[in-house]
């Protein structure tokens, strides 16, 4: 029961720190950010937990396709809710997300059929992601004029979306095996209540843009997972989640440095 309780904290914190974040910072930032390892992270964890280190460490290769069929999720709820984009909020959200999550099982089911080892699955997800940058590069950048006053029922609302998800699909992962476990490690416990949150509060605009920005901060999921699936049988848990931790965040540091650099050269520039 303890567990449990660990596991609806936790989601229900690193959701609601998120989705304030894209209100606050904005979708941009909000959505490179979704890349760093917050709900894999939080599932391996608990799977680790529950089943293991080793099952865990096995569980980490195939969180890696894992998140190509996540990419394939995202873009399926860009294109459903684009499609749908004049129809009311209580049509599109729910089709727009049947379909990701359709796509997303798909995906997976063809993924559990490959014998992948963590060169060839961070090699296929390495495609997917220069891919997914290149379906999503006409995507506008949108900002969030006007937020929401944050009330109660809001966050009673997002809290329980986050820790429904994560109990169910954490729950379920213990059950089916390591493959299977680790591509429902990938699917998007945090960033997907997020959505749902965006989408339900502001519409599409913002919503695109998060999906745009996040396969730019996947890198940080990659080496999460693939330090993981070393850090977990050689350091236990514990310390193979901090280890993990600390070499996503020193790509996610490098890479936002690259982009500041890159928008200050190009202001410069302009100016």
Same mark, same amino acid.
Not at 106 to 111: D, T, Y
Not at 242 to 248: K, T
């Given at each position: 029961?303890?567990?449990?309780?660990?596991?609806?904290?936790?989601?229900?914190?690193?959701?609601?720190?998120?989705?304030?974040?894209?209100?606050?910072?904005?979708?941009?930032?909000?959505?490179?950010?979704?890349?760093?390892?917050?709900?894999?992270?939080?599932?391996?964890?608990?799977?680790?937990?529950?089943?293991?280190?080793?099952?865990?460490?096995?569980?980490?290769?195939?969180?890696?396709?894992?998140?190509?069929?996540?990419?394939?999720?995202?873009?399926?709820?860009?294109?459903?809710?684009?499609?749908?984009?004049?129809? &009311?909020?209580?049509?599109?959200?729910?089709?727009?997300?049947?379909?990701?999550?359709?796509?997303?099982?798909?995906?997976?089911?063809?993924?559990?059929?490959?014998?992948?080892?963590?060169?060839?699955?961070?090699?296929?997800?390495?495609?997917?992601?220069?891919?997914?940058?290149?379906?999503?590069?006409?995507?506008?950048?949108?900002?969030?004029?006007?937020?929401?006053?944050?009330?109660?029922?809001?966050?009673?609302?997002?809290? &329980?979306?986050?820790?429904?998800?994560?109990?169910?699909?954490?729950?379920?992962?213990?059950?089916?095996?390591?493959?299977?476990?680790?591509?429902?490690?990938?699917?998007?416990?945090?960033?997907?209540?997020?959505?749902?949150?965006?989408?339900?509060?502001? *519409?599409?605009?913002?919503?695109?843009?998060?999906?745009?920005?996040?396969?730019? *901060?996947?890198? &940080?999921?990659?080496?999460?997972?693939?330090?993981?699936?070393?850090?977990?049988?050689?350091?236990?848990?514990?310390?193979?989640?901090?280890?993990?931790?600390?070499?996503?965040?020193?790509?996610?540091?490098?890479?936002?440095?690259?982009?500041?650099?890159?928008?200050?050269?190009?202001?410069?520039?302009?100016?």
């Amino acid at each position: 029961m303890g567990l449990f309780f660990a596991k609806l904290a936790v989601s229900i914190i690193v959701v609601l720190g998120l989705s304030m974040l894209a209100e606050r910072a904005g979708p941009r930032v909000a959505g490179v950010l979704s890349g760093y390892p917050l709900g894999t992270a939080i599932l391996l964890f608990f799977i680790a937990i529950e089943q293991g280190v080793h099952f865990a460490g096995e569980s980490a290769v195939y969180a890696l396709p894992g998140l190509i069929a996540t990419l394939a999720f995202l873009y399926a709820y860009y294109v459903v809710s684009r499609l749908l984009c004049r129809q &009311a909020l209580v049509i599109q959200v729910p089709l727009s997300s049947l379909a990701s999550f359709l796509v997303f099982v798909f995906v997976s089911w063809l993924s559990q059929m490959v014998s992948f080892t963590v060169l060839s699955a961070s090699l296929a997800l390495i495609v997917a992601m220069v891919v997914a940058i290149f379906l999503f590069r006409s995507i506008e950048n949108v900002g969030i004029s006007q937020r929401l006053r944050i009330t109660r029922k809001i966050v009673a609302v997002r809290a &329980a979306t986050a820790a429904l998800i994560v109990v169910a699909i954490s729950g379920a992962a213990a059950v089916i095996g390591p493959r299977w476990s680790g591509l429902f490690a990938g699917f998007p416990v945090t960033l997907f209540p997020m959505i749902l949150i965006l989408h339900c509060s502001y *519409g599409i605009g913002p919503v695109h843009t998060v999906i745009r920005n996040f396969p730019r *901060g996947m890198g &940080a999921l990659l080496i999460y997972i693939v330090s993981v699936s070393y850090t977990y049988p050689l350091f236990g848990v514990g310390v193979g989640t901090l280890l993990a931790f600390a070499a996503a965040t020193l790509y996610l540091a490098g890479y936002s440095s690259v982009v500041w650099w890159r928008s200050k050269a190009i202001a410069r520039a302009g100016g």
